[in-house]
Each structure stands twice: as structure tokens, then as C-alpha cells.
């Protein structure tokens, strides 16, 4: 049974963070909103996490996983980025985009698409998830929490944990979320493409 977090989305209590990081330490998978919609989380180093996200959402070896990192610093620690890209980036973080890039090595090879070596990366612009990221210091690695059999993503707590209670270890509830997932942006062929409009604005990539 999941573990339910009532957690305040302006002012996230330290103490129910820290459950929330403890579990992702222990190799958990924890389900949380962002600031597009709820996602699926676990530990980067979790090597039975990618499994247990694709059991849940039915995906196939080739979909690619986000990283979902504390800030520009952090991410430029996990994929390789030029000039013009970074500009971008950075103007656009944080908010509601992914980014497609080259995985650098910091990223273990089962996390990168398996031929072009790529991964998803963001910065969410959300206090929970901001808090989750400094107390857990490492990136978060993530899926968004679409259902095989739903239209679109789950857009509350105690829904995600009737879901999904004997699939998760801990569901993180601070109030309701989107529904609608980050844009992304493929940027690993070295000028940005729109490969999916979500939340983010993607007139600035067009």
C-alpha cells in the first residue's frame, strides 16, 4: 500500500519531504505533481526503476525517461549542450519543457535511448518538486503518470493513489495538478524541434 504525503504545494513541510526522499533512497517509486502534471519518480541510481515505471505506464525500451534536475548546473551535468542551446534552455528554465539532448557519462547507458544516446531532461518550476530535488541531491529520474487505458493524466491525489496504490510506495498530494504534460523539445540533432506541445509555450522553439 502507497504511502499518501499531504504535502503543501507553496510551503512543502521539511518532514514529509523528507519521507518522500527517504523512500526514494531506498530504491522507491514515488508518484508527484510538477508543474505540467502528476509524474512518476525514482531514484536515477534505482537500476529496477526504469522497469517498474514501464510496467506501470506499458512502455517499450525505446521511450525516453526525463531527468528532472534542481538546476542548470545540474542538468549540464548529464547532457552535452552548445552555445545556442543553452541560451535557450536556460531562458525557458524553470517551466513546463523537456529537452532531448546527448546523454553525457553521467548518465548510466540503461537510462539513454538505446541507438541515439539521447535523454530527457527539465527543470520543473515547482516548490515541491524543488524541495524534493535539494533534500534528495541528485536528479530524479521521471515519466509522466499517463495510464495505458487514460486519455490524460490523472489530475489528483487521492485518484493517483486508488490507482496506483500496489504499484507505488508513496503518492505526494499538494492539490490538484494539470493535465496536460511538458512540452519537448528534441534538440539532439543540434537545432530544436517540436516532437510534442504540452504546457509549454512552443512558439519559442519554433
Given amino acids: 500500500m502507497a504511502r499518501y504525503l499531504d504535502v503543501h504545494p507553496h510551503d512543502p513541510q521539511p518532514r514529509a519531504i523528507a519521507q518522500a526522499v527517504a523512500i526514494l533512497q531506498d530504491d522507491g517509486l514515488i508518484a508527484y505533481p510538477t508543474d505540467s502534471c502528476y509524474a512518476l519518480g525514482t531514484r536515477m541510481g534505482n537500476t529496477h526503476g526504469t522497469d517498474r515505471i514501464r510496467?506501470?505506464?506499458?512502455?517499450d525500451a525505446k521511450h525516453h525517461f526525463t531527468l528532472v534536475c534542481a538546476d542548470f548546473a545540474q542538468l549540464?551535468?548529464?547532457v552535452k549542450i552548445d552555445n545556442a542551446a543553452f541560451r535557450a534552455i536556460k531562458a525557458a528554465t524553470p517551466g513546463p519543457y523537456t529537452f532531448i539532448?546527448?546523454?553525457?557519462?553521467?548518465?548510466?547507458?540503461?537510462?539513454a535511448h538505446p541507438k541515439k544516446r539521447t535523454v530527457g531532461v527539465r527543470i520543473p518550476d515547482n516548490r515541491v518538486v524543488a524541495a524534493l530535488l535539494r533534500?534528495?541531491?541528485?536528479?530524479?529520474?521521471t515519466s509522466t503518470l499517463l495510464l495505458p487505458e487514460h486519455?490524460?493524466?490523472l489530475t489528483d491525489g487521492w485518484q493517483v493513489k486508488e490507482e496506483l496504490d500496489h504499484l507505488v510506495d508513496a503518492v505526494i498530494d499538494a492539490g490538484e495538478?494539470?493535465?496536460?504534460?511538458?512540452t519537448v523539445v528534441d534538440w539532439s540533432d543540434g537545432a530544436p524541434e517540436v516532437v510534442r506541445v504540452g504546457a509549454g509555450d512552443p512558439?519559442?522553439?519554433?
Fill in 203 to 206: 512558439d519559442r522553439f519554433a
Fill in 135 to 141: 533534500e534528495l541531491g541528485e536528479p530524479i529520474l
Fill in 177 to 182: 495538478c494539470g493535465t496536460e504534460p511538458t
Fill in 76 to 78: 549540464g551535468q548529464l
Fill in 101 to 111: 539532448l546527448p546523454a553525457t557519462a553521467e548518465v548510466p547507458r540503461r537510462l
Fill in 151 to 153: 486519455a490524460e493524466p
Fill in 55 to 59: 510496467a506501470v505506464r506499458h512502455l
